[in-house]
């Protein structure tokens, strides 16, 4: 998956498809049983960075308090080539932290990127679901709190790919494998709940209003 130094760089119609990517899921066009948030998003602007370290997310709390622009409400998408898909700053933890707040996204993620089963754009509408306070779906296991949203079924760990029907906990309902913020396949992503949703109404409120 790395890419050679100097390289990574990403279209403006990938960024261009990004954006609808995310507007898409926000808009839970993916499901009739997805929620459908209150969050669109809109591209303020595109800057460029020639620098190899930066690329490979070295110096990274150094790279993106140099470069973030905005407030609480500005979602700031880095795009870096390292050893994940994504990873995402709590919005509680921007009043802390406001310098780093945002999140970072592996450019083979992008809609047409090159790692395979993950190039749908959908890594980015996880992250953001982190970013607006989500939790993944097997945060917590098999217990009632779970990942803190009562609509979401508990499951004992990360989904890998699309195992339709997978039960994990005995606890009530099957596995969520379709939700944004487990782990499964871009293809098998299709919903945000009606009780995320919520929470991120509440933490936007609370956090980055
Ligand atoms: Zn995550």
């Known amino acids: 998956m790395a890419a050679e130094d100097g390289t990574g760089d990403v279209t403006d119609q990938q960024i261009d498809q990004q954006i609808a990517v995310l507007n898409n ?10 929620a459908d948030t209150s969050f669109t998003f809109s591209l303020a602007g595109v800057d460029r960075f020639y620098n190899d370290t930066w690329h490979r997310d070295g110096a990274s709390k150094k790279y993106r308090k140099q470069t973030r622009e905005g407030g609480a409400n500005a979602l700031n998408i880095w795009l870096v080539d390292f050893n994940y898909l ?5 919005p509680w933890d ?7 707040d945002g999140v970072r996204v592996h450019v083979g993620s992008l809609p047409g990127g090159s790692i395979q089963n993950f190039n749908l754009g959908e890594t980015a509408t996880h992250e953001v679901g982190h970013w607006l306070g989500l939790y993944h779906t097997f945060q917590g296991g098999c217990t009632a709190l779970n990942d803190e949203v009562a609509d979401t079924p508990a499951q004992s760990s990360p989904t890998d790919g699309c195992p339709a029907g997978r039960d994990s906990c005995s606890l009530p ?3 969520p494998i ?8 871009d293809s098998c992503y299709t919903q945000f709940t009606l009780g995320q949703s919520g929470r ?3 933490m936007w409120a609370a956090y980055r209003g």
């Open 25 to 34: 899921t926000f808009a839970g066009n993916e499901d009739s049983n997805a």
């Open 86 to 90: 994504g990873i995402a700053q709590f």
């Open 200 to 202: 991120m109404d509440d």
């Open 173 to 175: 309902g099957l596995d």
């Open 178 to 185: 379709h939700n944004y913020m487990d782990y499964s396949y």
């Open 94 to 100: 921007y009043t802390q932290s406001p310098g780093t």
